[in-house]
Nanobody
C-alpha cells in the first residue's frame, strides 16, 4: 500500500483546508485509514480514522466537531476536511493505514504541512 498526502498550506485561524491522501496498492474494505499530525519536539498525534468501507469513524477530542474524515473508494482517496482551524492545529499531517482496528499502522504517506496563522 502506498499513500501520498497533499492539500496542506497556510490559512488564517477560523479558515478551512481539505487534505487528500491518494492510496494505491491492494486495500481491503477492512483496512483502517488514519490521519495523524506532528509538531517539532512532540510525538505524532492521532487525529481521525475511518474504515476503508466507510464506517468506523473516530476522532480525537481536540478535533471533534471541526474535522471530518471521509473516503472515496472510486478514487482510492482519503480526505480530511478541516474547519474552524486554530493555530494549535499547525502541524505536519500524515495519512496512514493499518490492516485491522487492533494492528499497528504499517503504511504511512509523506506529510503535508498545515500552518494556521492567528
Amino acid at each position: 500500500v502506498q499513500l501520498q498526502a497533499s492539500g496542506g498550506g497556510l490559512v488564517q485561524a477560523g479558515g478551512s483546508l481539505r487534505l487528500s491522501c491518494a492510496a494505491s496498492g491492494q486495500i481491503y474494505s477492512s483496512y483502517i485509514m488514519g490521519w495523524f499530525r506532528q509538531t517539532p519536539g512532540k510525538e505524532r498525534e492521532f487525529v481521525a480514522a475511518i474504515r476503508w468501507s466507510g464506517d468506523y469513524v473516530y476522532y480525537a477530542d481536540p478535533v471533534k466537531g471541526r474535522f471530518a474524515v471521509s473516503i472515496d473508494n472510486a478514487k482510492n482517496a482519503l480526505y480530511l476536511q478541516m474547519n474552524s482551524l486554530k493555530p494549535e492545529d499547525t502541524a505536519i499531517y500524515y495519512c496512514a493505514a493499518r490492516v485491522t482496528s487492533t494492528s499497528k499502522y504499517d503504511y504511512w504517506g509523506q506529510g503535508t504541512q498545515v500552518t494556521v496563522s492567528s
